[in-house]
């Protein structure tokens, strides 16, 4: 379980979070939501590390990485996967390579234990025999599956994703949504999502934040945010008017 | 002046985390070997040819200049071009075109690997992300901009020769008379801490730009001119330095 307490984050005048609470269970798909601009990449950056926050807390399964020293993060962040928005994968190694990466620094497993972990990690997003190929060769589909082999090759305790569907076409973003939800339910992982696909938050949103201007505006589960008829977080799920004419004719 | 020392503390802070304890050992070696490679292989052609060429003229300009005066013997010319190479056209040359090749080259690896969160993704597993990524680099241009300098020296002299005796300047034996004549191994000392020095200023300069870019494609290729100019401008200084302190 991770806990975030009153998150605060300015970049020079701009105040970006504006005292971000939540909890985020173990198990669970939970889904941070928002408008573009709204402080999602943000949080989720402070939650892992890459962005210091200006002050509140941010609990680890009782481990407040705000007292921790730059050791003891190190650690923590040994406990974290992530994919990245653009899949961020290593230009310059093979699949293999970019999934062995981990293992290859921080375990001393041998060249077979390592390579029957790299095969299975493969396997289980479907895409085994893509070992030898480059990033370069994949589509933005693979890409992202690679990036998800990648991410829990060390089997970790917290799944980070940064919009897992940008740049795909529906169908393929809901294969890569599943997928996370299957991994999340399979290992007992705490993962959390960032999206701003409406399909996300139907298909795999057990537990959803909806952000607005720094602030948390909205929380609950995906069967309730469909009861929502105003404000903010309304016209984010229904942003245009032909879903807001198919809501009101599937009223009537 | 205060955004100048502040950029001098970030570059400094930045070049000591590069230092910190590697979480493998056998993977920074690794990747230090990668990077001696794509330094030293990548840079090789060049080098020669440039080097070669810088002799050759040398020896044809000198020869053109000693031919009005005969009071001076040509052999003096094997000698004059040795030296020249040694203390500094070898060294400053190839450090400058190693600032251009390898220092734009890093510094648009790194700013590329910023821009599409690769360096994230490594901060995120829990790598020193400066000490994986930069001082391997380090290493390479500290161990091979030396090794390039000594076969540029090799090679501009024998394009001095080979220029000298295609157009009848002097014989083999007369330059290679000069070549070898009061050989002082301190020239070669001075070649080899300039060499490192440059080594050291071309690989952190560039790794600094590309390490630190915010933005996009713009913005790599900014620093990546950075990385060359300011490369080159430390290295003519450095370069004074070292022969004001050293000669």
Same mark, same amino acid.
């Given at each position: 379980m991770i806990e975030i307490k009153d998150i605060k984050k300015n970049f020079g005048d701009q105040e970006?979070?504006?005292?971000?609470?939540?909890?985020?269970?173990?198990?669970?798909?939970n889904l941070i939501i928002g408008k573009s601009g709204s402080g999602k990449t943000v949080t989720l950056k402070c939650m892992v590390g890459l962005f210091e926050p200006d002050s509140g807390s941010i609990i680890y399964d009782g481990r407040n990485t705000m007292d921790m020293d730059f050791k003891e993060r190190k650690a923590i962040r040994r406990e974290i996967g992530m994919l990245f928005q653009g899949t961020a994968l290593f230009d310059s190694m093979s699949v293999e390579e970019n999934i062995r990466f981990p293992l290859d620094m921080f375990t001393s497993k041998t060249m077979e234990e390592k390579q029957q972990r790299v095969n299975f990690c493969l396997k289980r997003v479907n895409m085994d025999g893509t070992n030898k190929k480059y990033p370069g060769e994949l589509s933005g589909g693979m890409k992202k599956r690679v990036g998800i082999a990648r991410a829990i090759v060390m089997n970790p305790r917290y799944l980070f994703c940064d919009e897992p569907n940008s740049g795909l076409d529906p169908k393929t973003s809901i294969v890569?949504?599943?997928?996370?939800?299957?991994?999340?339910?399979?290992?007992?992982? +705490?993962?959390?999502?960032? +999206?701003?696909?409406?399909?996300?938050v139907m298909g795999i949103g057990d537990n959803?934040?909806?952000?607005?201007?720094?602030?948390k505006y909205w929380e609950g589960t995906n069967k309730e945010i469909m009861q929502i008829t105003e404000g903010e977080l309304f016209d984010f799920i229904f942003a245009s008017d032909f879903l807001k004419d198919l809501r009101a004719h599937a009223k009537y | 002046m205060i955004k100048l020392f502040e950029t001098i503390g970030e570059f400094l802070i930045l070049i000591r985390r590069a230092f910190r304890k590697p979480e493998k050992f056998s993977m920074y070696s690794k990747e230090a070997f990668r990077q001696c490679h794509d330094f030293g292989i990548?840079?090789?052609?060049?080098?020669?040819?440039?080097? +070669?060429?810088?002799?050759?003229?040398?020896?044809?300009?000198?020869a053109y200049q000693l031919r009005t005066i005969s009071l001076v013997p040509m052999w003096w010319i094997g000698s004059i071009v040795r030296k020249g190479m040694i203390l500094e056209l070898a060294p400053t040359i190839s450090a400058l075109l190693l600032a251009g090749k390898v220092g734009s080259n890093i510094s648009s690896e790194l700013g590329t690997m910023r821009i599409s969160e690769q360096i994230d993704a490594y901060e995120i597993m829990g790598v020193n992300t400066a000490g994986y990524l930069i001082s391997p680099k380090l290493v390479a241009g500290v161990l091979m901009v030396p090794m390039l300098v000594v076969i540029a020296v090799f090679l501009g002299i024998l394009g001095g020769w080979?220029?000298?005796v295609m157009g009848n300047y002097y014989t083999t034996t007369e330059y290679f008379r000069g070549v070898t004549d009061n050989f002082i191994v301190r020239d070669v000392n001075i070649m080899l801490v300039k060499s490192v020095l440059f080594g050291f200023i071309i690989s952190s300069i560039s790794c600094f730009k590309g390490f630190t870019v915010?933005?996009?494609?713009?913005?790599?290729?900014?620093?990546?001119t950075q990385a060359v100019v300011y490369s080159s401008i430390a290295i003519v200084i450095v370069n004074f330095l070292v022969a004001f302190l050293m000669l």
């Open positions: 970006v979070l504006k005292g971000i609470s939540a909890v985020f269970e173990d198990g669970k798909c890569i949504d599943h997928l996370i939800k299957e991994i999340t339910e399979e290992f007992n992982i +705490t993962t959390i999502v960032n +999206t701003h696909d409406m399909n996300s959803v934040l909806f952000l607005h201007d720094g602030y | 990548g840079s090789l052609a060049i080098i020669a040819i440039v080097a +070669t060429f810088v002799g050759a003229v040398s020896a044809v300009q000198f080979g220029a000298g915010e933005g996009g494609a713009i913005e790599i290729g900014q620093a990546s």
